[in-house]
Each structure stands twice: as C-alpha cells, then as structure tokens.
C-alpha cells in the first residue's frame, strides 16, 4: 500500500482510453489519482468517469470552445490559457506527482513550471516529438516564419526535457534524440503504449454498430482517429475513387479533425458513395466500430518518421483486426507490424498502391484472419495493464 502522501495527477490533454487505463489500475492499487483531460480539443476518447475508489477524473473542458486548430495563433492562446487552468489545478489539489501527456508545448511548459516551482516531481510522458514534427509541417504552411517558429519550439521541447525528473518515452527510437538534447539516460524510461484489451473485446463482425449503417455484407476498410497535420486524407480519397467500382468495398471514416472536411469535398465533388464519414464513437461503441472492419488503415506522413508511433494500430491489434499502414518503414508501429506479421506495411514512397493492397486483402481471407490472430496473441502478450503499471510505479516509488 503506497503511503497517503502519494497523489498522483495524470495529465492527458485529450483524453485518450489507455492513459486513464493506468489511472484505474493505480486507483486499485491504493493511489489517490486525479485524472485531468479537456472536452475542448477533438479526440477519440476513453470512458472518462470517476468509477474506481480513488479515481477522480475532471474534465477542464466543460464550457470552454472548441480548440482552433486551423488557426496557429488562436491556438498557441488557447493552449497556453489551458496551461494555466491546469496549474491552477495544481494549486487546489498540491499533487505529490505529476505525469504529463499528450500535451501541447505551450501549456506543457506550465505545467512543467508549477512542478519546478512546487519542487514536484515531474514526468514527461512523450508520446510525440512534437517539435520535429512542427518545424517540417509549419515551414511547409509558413515558410521562413514557419521555420523560426519550429527552431523556438525544438529549443523549448529540448528545455522542457531536461527540466523534468524523468521522461517516459513509447518507443526506443526517441531515447538517441532525447539524450543528444541533454536529457540522462538514468533519467529516461521506454514504456510502449498499449490498447486497453479489458475493454476491446473481440467482436463478430455483425454487430448493432454494423448493422446501423448496412456495414455487415460489405468489405469494410476502417480509419478510426484523428485526421490531423501528421496525416494525408487524399490518400485515403484517392483509393476509394480507386475502387469506386467495387461495389463490396466501403471506406468508413470515423474521425474529427483539420483533414475530415477535405473527405466531404472529396466525397462530394468525386461522388464517392463508397466513402462514409462518421464522427467519434462513444467508447462504449468502440469494440462494435473495430469489429466492424475487414481491415484497419493507418496513416503516418514521412516528416513524422519515427516520433510519432500511432496507437489506432494497438486498438486494431486488441480487436484482432489486420492492419494497413501506410507509414515511414522505421516507424515502430510498421516494425512490429511486420516483425508480428499481423498486417501491411506500404513505404510513404509507394503511398499509390493502397488500392492494391486492399484489393489483396479482400481476395485473401485466410491471410486476413491469420494476420487478425497475429494482432490479438500480439496484445495478449504485451498490453496486460498489471505489467504496465508495475514499471509506472517503480517511478512513483522513485519519486515520491
């Protein structure tokens, strides 16, 4: 039994369903937890409620707009003001312990503020090397600006990292990044994301989920998450208007994001009736739309390379579900996709042969159903929560 002094706050800005995982199951182990996430941005979410002795989950959302993330200005503000109602937060609760993800840069350091100021521990939990990414996509959009603006962010990444007690990274690959930006290897710790399997049962195909939208006769290619600057949506347009006259084959998007609305123009104005476009899913729903697939597809743009690892193939593995991904080869995902053989993996540079991948996966059902029992076996043996918290509680242990 950790001792009372031990609350922890765990931070995930979006709400996602495999952090707050961790916070039940830490919950069940004796550790007050404040688990804290915003409505406000758009994301595929867990079943947010506080449902577990110990577990408090608040949402800073409520009430608050919509996240603007077309507008760069608009939302460095809006960011930065979430920064503050966190550390705002922080003041009333006075954690013994903050894990932090997922969380954009400008109310990241904030955080990471209230922690130095506080002389409360603080663990990074990096999902994405955010500042990578950025300078490639902002030097794209705004140029030389563009540029400047992802040097300053690269700067502030790196400060933050070292200023922290510790960094929890998802995949070996950050840690030779990390460590040339100052941060000790003594002070860094690989733990993979995982899909919370105790909630993603294997379903049949038909399902009320798929029978709702007549999806059940139908060869169904499911994308399911954001739609966001790290992905391309017109290769997604571009095979279905591919396989327009393949009547058994349906694309079924179940997203929100800067990139939906180029799929409605592309619906329209291409007149792809095998396209469907779906918001998020009620988590509740979520076992029932991953059921619903022959086939999950993920997305990865090359400048996201290997710092970013995208965890709707974890999902698909729990549904054991094959899986195409069109990423870079050296992303961790299309590593273990292809070690595990649990689906595709088609290089960014032969992006134009996703049609014909999916093609070969329809006529292929036995190879479909190997590579889904791969992905499950797969999940059996790696996504165990009890395992996973044991290594976030050595650093609870450590800390505090």
């Known amino acids: ?57 608040i949402n800073l959302g409520e009430g608050e707009p919509p996240v603007q993330k077309k507008n760069l200005l608009r939302r460095r503000f809006q960011e930065a003001a979430y920064g503050n109602a966190v550390t705002k937060l922080c003041d009333d609760l006075r ?54 603006v992802g040097w300053y962010y690269g700067r502030l990444e790196a400060s933050m990292l070292r200023r922290s007690q510790h960094v929890v990274v998802i995949a070996e690959d950050f840690q030779d990044i990390i460590a040339d930006w100052g941060v000790r290897d003594e002070n860094m710790t690989v733990i993979p994301n995982w899909a919370p399997i105790d909630h993603i049962p294997v379903l ?15 060869f169904v290619v499911l994308y399911s998450g954001t739609l966001g600057l790290k992905h391309n949506p017109m290769l997604i347009a571009d095979a279905a208007t591919r396989l327009k006259n393949e009547p058994d084959i349906v ?45 999950m597809l993920t997305l990865l743009e090359p400048d996201a390379g290997i710092f970013s690892v995208p965890s ?30 649990t689906g595709v993996v088609i290089g960014n540079a032969d992006a134009g042969n996703l049609a014909t991948a999916i093609l070969e996966m329809r006529n292929h059902p036995e190879r479909r159903q190997k590579m889904g029992k791969n992905a499950r076996a797969y999940a059996d043996s790696h996504f165990h929560i009890s395992k996973i918290a044991d290594e976030f509680e050595t650093l609870i242990r450590r800390y505090t």
């Open 251 to 295: 694309f079924l998007i179940v997203s929100e994001g800067v990139s939906v609305d180029v799929l409605h123009r592309a619906k329209a104005d291409r007149q792809l009736d095998n396209l469907v476009l779906l918001p998020f899913q009620p988590f509740e729903t979520f076992p029932q739309v991953l059921a619903t697939a022959d086939v």
């Open 95 to 148: 954690p013994d312990l903050i894990f932090s993800a997922n969380t954009p840069l400008e109310a990241q350091r904030k955080i990471l503020a209230w922690a130095n100021q506080h002389q409360v521990p603080f663990v990074f939990w990096l999902q994405d090397i955010i500042s990578i990414a950025a300078k490639s996509i902002l030097a794209q959009k705004l140029g030389p600006v563009g540029s400047m």
């Open 312 to 341: 709707k193939v974890w999902s698909a593995f729990a549904a054991a579900r094959p899986s195409i991904l069109v990423v870079p080869e050296v992303n961790l995902a299309a590593k273990i996709t292809t070690r595990y053989q």
């Open 204 to 218: 049949p195909r038909q399902n009320p989920f798929s029978e709702k939208w007549n999806m059940h006769e139908r």
């Open 1 to 57: 039994m950790p001792a009372s002094r031990s609350h922890l706050l765990i931070h995930d800005y979006p709400g996602h369903a495999f952090p707050i995982d961790l916070s039940r199951e830490l919950a069940k182990r004796g550790y007050p937890v404040t688990h804290v996430y915003t409505s406000a941005v758009e994301s595929p979410r867990g079943t947010l409620v506080s449902d577990t002795p110990g577990l408090r989950v």
